[in-house]
């Protein structure tokens, strides 16, 4: 069974960093590139970033582009995201995401998500 | 980028088909045939329901099916069952090799 969890979540305030981490289990890791969703709450979802499988290519949204960072060890079968310079705008629960294609195409098994709150 | 374009909210009775549509532009929808379309429950993930316009995963009931014309993309749901009762988002590539989910529609199953 496919499984991907996500942790790291909690309260920051504006400015400060937090770290997720997303595990996967059930399937070949480093095979599948990998994405971070978030959805405000009471929002639409909003994708964040994505990782080829190999690492050698990263995309970000512009709203995250210059603050957050993606990465991943496949010897750990582990996605992450790095994110800096919080604002109140990035409270969301973020969820990682696997990728079915050669990019940012479709996300066919998701986490359960973690929630990231900033508060001033 | 901004989101693609969905109804705020669609209706339907048991039974009927609804349709729900997803506009976008030449550097999205009507560039790539790389349209998904999920389903997500109150409080729950989101599942994919069909990939790449028109494919559906390994599970997904036959009742959901996609399709495109130029920059709009459409989810149509036949034979409305109760439990249909979600809100759907559409995503498309871009040409920014980004990826843009539509603001989402609330089905409602009267």
């Known amino acids: 069974e496919i499984q991907l969890v996500e942790s790291g979540g909690g309260l920051v305030q504006p400015g400060g960093s937090l770290r997720l981490s997303c595990g996967a289990s059930?399937?070949?890791?480093?095979?599948?590139?990998m994405n971070w969703v978030r959805q405000a709450p009471g929002k639409g979802l909003e994708w964040v970033s994505y990782?080829?499988?190999?690492?050698?290519?990263?995309y970000y949204a512009d709203s995250v582009k210059g603050r957050f960072t993606i990465s991943r060890d496949n010897a750990k079968n582990s996605l992450y995201l790095e994110m800096n310079s919080l604002r109140v705008d990035d409270t969301a629960v973020y969820y990682c995401?696997?990728?079915?294609?050669?990019?940012?195409?479709?996300?066919?098994?998701w986490g359960q998500g973690t929630l990231v709150t900033v508060f001033s | 980028q901004s989101a693609l374009t969905q109804p705020a909210s669609v209706s339907g009775s048991p039974g009927q088909s609804i349709t729900v549509s997803c506009t976008g532009t030449n550097s999205d929808v009507g560039g790539f045939n790389y349209v998904s379309w999920y389903q997500q429950h109150p409080g729950k993930a989101p599942k994919l329901l069909i990939y790449d316009v028109t494919n559906r995963p390994s599970g997904v009931s036959n009742r959901f099916s996609g399709s495109k014309s130029g920059t709009t993309a459409s989810l149509t749901i036949s034979g409305l069952q109760p439990e249909d009762e979600a809100d759907y988002y559409c995503?498309?590539?871009?040409?920014?090799?980004?990826?843009?989910f539509g603001g989402g529609t609330k089905l409602t199953v009267l």
């Open positions: 995401a696997r990728d079915r294609g050669g990019g940012p195409r479709g996300f066919d098994s």
């Open positions: 995503s498309s590539y871009t040409s920014s090799s980004t990826l843009v």
């Open positions: 990782m080829s499988s190999s690492s050698y290519t990263r």
């Open positions: 059930g399937f070949t890791f480093s095979s599948y590139n």
